[in-house]
């Protein structure tokens, strides 16, 4: 006669393990640059063509993609009338 699946289940079983103390893990030390000090990332994926427009018209007008997108969110809120309002700056370029 066929063993049935409870039975084989039944002889397989290991006795209960005697539990491990759990060391907790030290947490991960990243190093970040200090123009992204309290800050947050904000992005999305778009159509290749459209980013290189974008990239282009920044540097057309002098400006770091990040400025232009800061410019973009502040009309964005002031269009829908959230009081909130971004900084337009960037870490990479020094201004004069």
């Known amino acids: 006669m066929r063993a049935s699946l409870k039975e084989i289940a039944g002889s397989m079983k290991q006795p209960p393990a005697k539990p491990v103390a759990v060391v907790p893990a030290e947490p991960k030390t ?3 640059a200090q123009t992204r000090a309290a800050t ?3 992005s999305g994926h778009f159509p290749a063509e459209a980013v290189q ?3 282009v018209l920044a540097a057309t007008l002098d400006m770091d993609v990040q400025e232009l997108l800061g410019e973009a969110i502040n009309m964005t809120f002031e269009r829908h009338g959230v009081p909130n309002r971004l900084e337009i ?4 370029r020094k201004r004069d």
């Open 89 to 92: 700056t960037s870490g990479r």
């Open 53 to 55: 427009a974008f990239r």
């Open 30 to 32: 990243y190093r970040t």
């Open 40 to 42: 947050r990332q904000l």
